[in-house]
């Protein structure tokens, strides 16, 4: 069974070869598993130093014909549909070894990379994946080509892309994809598209070296002479080229009346994988382009930087009842008042637990610590995270109750707003590593009003209690 909420690699490295679209190169490619916290990184085996490529929106250097990233002088083009297609098949690290500058175009659809994937087979890993929620509308406009994208909250990843290039062969077409499950069975097989006068165009500057008729739907807009379609037939090696009805240039039969609309919704997909985070968002988009995709990768990618720290912040409902009442705390932990601070845990889990605390006037703190402006201090806010912690790592033991916690180090620590009298603070204590031979590493955060208050990592040792 798929976990969406777990991190996934390959099971095994597969390779592929094919044509490169634009430089018309045969490439080889590699797939190969990577460590979670991994991501989608390339690497050009065929340069010196072999530099690696991360799939990120602030690498793209061009979207004239698809998607180009660049480190330095070393690029790799042609990404969105290995992109699109990793994403779909629910894959978040990987490393992609390939020896030439772009990523071959096979049938110009992502279904070969989706077969290469399941050929690899896909396993879960011990990481959580954290999805990252759009809380409020991101709009991207460009008026010059007519585009609108809008990302809205959403439980799922969800895509709708409109298409219109006032052709009488496209029409008006829209796709649509509800959910990533999807992907595989309604959108990787559609195969990308252009318009006749942009392929002139590219033959006449010597590009679309790898291009054949069978990778790509040639949209007809306009009159063909037979001189063009001389041209043409040499182009791609062929000894006569038609126009098949429809309006399609000597092409394959469509795969959907609205094969250009989902491939479209195909590049989104894999254009928007470059912001790095996977998210939960509907996106509408209306004539998308790839120049457009980027730069809307860009703002959600802004969004989520910005708002990261608000990112599953917890939420207390008085009217649950406390997984730990204070009774239960008090058998667990060696603290006693005025020393402990937690008042009750909200949830549990093995690798995450909550806990709270009230904080009022009468707490004996603030006889001593800024009276007339009192303030809780720092180090009492990150031993109540100690505390909390401490209830994880010994609920994670067997016969929890003949164990203690020592807290062994504490780093990254940061207070960001004042704890004051009359506040409630959620104590949010996850495991970032599972436990080791007793040593447990933990990040710790304290929240305030929905907003953090206090951060720091903090590593504990379990040792049993001596009799």
């Not at 698809?66 to 990404?79: A, E, F, H, S």
């Not at 297609?85 to 020896?99: K, S």
């Not at 933990?442 to 951060?455: C, D, I, P, S």
Request: hydrophobic fraction near 40%; glycine fraction near 8%.
């Amino acid at each position: 069974m798929f976990n969406p909420d777990k991190q996934h690699t390959i099971a095994s490295a597969v390779s592929i070869s094919g044509t490169g679209l634009h430089t018309g190169a045969l490439v080889d490619m590699t797939l190969k598993p990577a460590n979670a916290g991994f991501g989608i990184q390339f690497q050009r085996v065929d340069v010196p130093h072999q530099p690696l490529i991360k799939a990120d929106c602030d690498l793209v250097t061009d979207t004239s014909r698809g998607t180009t990233l660049q480190v330095g002088d070393t690029k790799v083009c042609t990404v969105e549909h290995l992109l699109a297609a990793l994403v779909g098949c629910g894959v978040d690290n990987v490393l992609v070894e390939i020896n030439a500058s772009e990523i071959p175009i096979m049938d110009g659809s992502s279904q070969p990379f989706v077969e290469l994937l399941e050929e690899a087979g896909i396993v879960e890993q011990e990481a959580a994946k954290s999805w990252y929620s759009i809380d409020e509308n991101i709009y991207h406009y460009d008026e010059q080509k007519r585009v609108e994208m809008v990302a809205m909250p959403s439980m799922d990843y969800q895509i709708t892309t409109l298409i219109d290039f006032n052709s009488p062969v496209l029409g008006t077409q829209h796709a649509q994809l509800k959910h990533l499950s999807e992907f595989k069975t309604e959108i990787a097989s559609s195969r990308t598209f252009c318009f006749l006068h942009e392929l002139e165009m590219l033959i006449e500057h010597n590009l679309v070296k790898g291009g054949d008729l069978n990778n790509a739907i040639v949209i007809v807009d306009k009159e063909i002479g037979a001189d063009a379609m001389q041209r043409l037939a040499k182009a791609f090696n062929r000894e006569t080229i038609e126009v098949k009805a429809g309006g399609y240039l000597n092409n394959l039969e469509l795969r959907y009346p609205n094969e250009p609309a989902r491939h479209k919704l195909l590049d989104v997909v894999g254009d928007l994988a470059l912001i790095g985070y996977p998210i939960k968002a509907r996106i509408i988009a209306n004539r998308p382009g790839h120049s457009s995709n980027v730069e809307f990768a860009k703002k959600i990618k802004q969004y989520i930087k910005k708002n990261k720290h608000v990112k599953n912040v917890p939420v207390y409902n008085p009217q649950q009842p406390p997984v730990f009442t204070l009774e239960q705390i008090e058998k667990t932990l060696p603290h006693r008042f005025p020393f402990l601070l937690v008042d009750k845990i909200v949830e549990l889990s093995d690798t995450a637990i909550i806990g709270l605390k009230n904080v009022t006037f009468n707490e004996w703190f603030f006889q001593g610590h800024f009276p007339g402006n009192p303030v809780m201090p720092g180090v009492l806010q990150v031993e109540a995270l100690a505390q909390t912690g401490g209830i994880l790592c010994i609920n994670a033991m067997q016969g929890g109750g003949e164990y203690d916690t020592y807290f062994i180090k504490i780093d990254n620590c940061k207070f960001k707003q004042k704890v004051v009298p009359g506040d409630t603070m959620l104590l949010k204590m996850e495991l970032v590593a599972p436990i080791r031979r007793g040593i447990c590493e933990m990040r710790g955060t304290v929240y305030v009003n929905g907003k953090v208050a206090t951060e720091a990592d903090l590593v504990a040792q379990i040792i049993k209690r001596s009799r």
